[in-house]
């Protein structure tokens, strides 16, 4: 790693204003970020943690019955706490391992938008409200492509509010080594409709099935799932080819269709 | 430079450490607890966990200034003073949940970790939550064994494969 300087805000505002300086860059949980910089592939020249930030701590509910996230809580604590919304408890529950769960924060894979990040699907299917220190963005608009996002320099994730849908359900297909999702399919319910969001398959980052929704809005079951998408645009690489991506979202959204029950 | 102070093992220890300071190389360079191994340095082998305010991390992946003014406890904290060997520990031994002993360290923190979260893990549980550790003598099924003797459960349930 090249050196940087370290510092620690214990507010959100503090935050803000240290990354305001040139080649500032913000550190959640590290657990992405860290191995970054020991490729040297990011040199920053200052880190601000957010981990001293306690408003930006912790699972609670607000008055919609939105299950709300504060930007800096680990992946563990979400597991324990989001028990309103036991399909993103479980989601949580199998990022990583017990490790990586104690330190990365659901911020920070926000932020990243690794296209086969577990929390961008979550995010993407329950249409849920990203808060900045600047602004509430909604994911639909949040989510660019890969490694990109609406946020803007310096701009901080400090809560992620999720509306709990009548059902719910997650499905990885894990990249055993890794352990992010080869594919993963979040399908949420809503009273209004159905949201089917697909990550680890495209070349764009996470994105929302259209054709999967518009069948399941309409009839929620397994048989309803269309046949798989086209493999056009999907991820290949020596762990999969887009063609067998394309065939896993198929099959993760009937599966997760029938886990709902 | 700048002093970083924690709490490891239940002693306040502190020294100098730069930004770039991961927590492995504070605990092993500059503290001397060389019981932490660094295996990998990518946060996928696990050899290096300890616990960071009760919560199992890969000290490789964890700054030294992040755990300023925590509570750390490392593979040198397991074993009493006098030198016997703590329930899990001493699970290993009998167990022969070691080979080489490289990932040991990391294997009996995160053992630690996962009884005190759920004291009778099944055997299931127990490889489950040992995802983020690796053993590359392929010691896994003695490593099971022997977290589950921990727990005070029967191990003759399980076949060897």
């Not at chain 1, 080869?182 to 949201?195: C, E, P, Q």
């Not at chain 2, 970790?113 to 995802?131: G, H, M, T, V």
Request: aromatic share 6%; net charge negative; proline share 4%.
């Amino acid at each position: 790693m090249y050196e940087f300087e370290f510092v620690k805000p214990g507010s959100v505002a503090d935050a803000v204003t240290a990354l305001g300086e040139e080649d500032a860059q913000v550190l959640g949980g590290g657990q992405t970020l860290i191995p970054t910089l020991k490729q040297r592939l990011a040199s920053p020249g200052k880190l601000v943690s957010l981990a001293g930030i306690a408003e930006m701590q912790g699972v609670s509910t607000d008055d919609a019955g939105r299950i709300c996230v504060g930007g800096g809580t680990v992946h563990a604590d979400v597991a324990a706490n989001a028990g309103g919304y036991p399909a993103l408890a479980g989601l949580a529950g199998n990022i990583g391992d017990p490790a990586v769960r104690a330190r990365g924060t659901i911020g920070g894979s926000l932020a990243n938008n690794d296209p086969s990040a577990c929390y961008p699907a979550a995010a993407l299917a329950s249409g849920a409200s990203i808060v900045t220190n600047a602004r509430e963005i909604a994911a639909d608009d949040y989510f660019q492509g890969m490694f990109t996002t609406a946020l803007d320099e310096g701009e901080i994730i400090t809560e992620v509010k999720f509306p709990v849908p009548e059902a719910a359900n997650y499905q990885k297909f894990e990249q055993p080594a890794s352990r992010f999702a080869l594919v993963g399919v979040f399908v949420a319910k809503y009273a209004d409709g159905v949201r089917v969001a697909v990550t680890g398959a495209s070349q764009e980052g996470v994105f929302r099935w259209r054709a999967a929704e518009a069948a399941l809005s309409a009839d929620f079951s397994a048989d309803a799932v269309p046949e798989a998408p086209a493999a056009d645009g999907m991820i290949s690489d020596l762990h999969g080819t887009a063609a067998y991506r394309a065939h896993l979202v198929a099959v993760l959204t009937r599966r997760a269709v029938a886990a709902c029950g | 430079m700048s002093q970083v102070t924690m709490t490891v093992n239940g002693k306040e220890m502190s020294g100098d450490a730069e930004g770039r300071t991961l927590l492995s190389q504070f605990l092993r360079d500059t503290l001397g607890l060389t019981g932490t191994h660094v295996g990998c340095d990518t946060s996928q082998c696990g050899a290096c966990v300890v616990h960071v305010n009760g919560q199992p991390v890969k000290s490789c992946t964890m700054l030294a200034m992040e755990a300023e003014g925590a509570d750390v406890a490392t593979i040198e904290g397991q074993a009493a003073p006098d030198g016997t060997l703590n329930t899990i520990q001493q699970a290993f031994q009998d167990h022969h949940g070691l080979q080489c002993g490289f990932c040991t360290p990391g294997m009996v923190m995160s053992a630690a970790a996962l009884l005190k979260e759920n004291p009778k893990p099944s055997e299931a549980e127990i490889r489950d939550y040992l995802e983020g550790n690796i053993c590359r003598c392929t010691g896994y099924h003695n490593i099971v064994k022997a977290i589950l003797a921990a727990s005070g459960q029967d191990v003759g349930s399980i076949a060897a494969e």
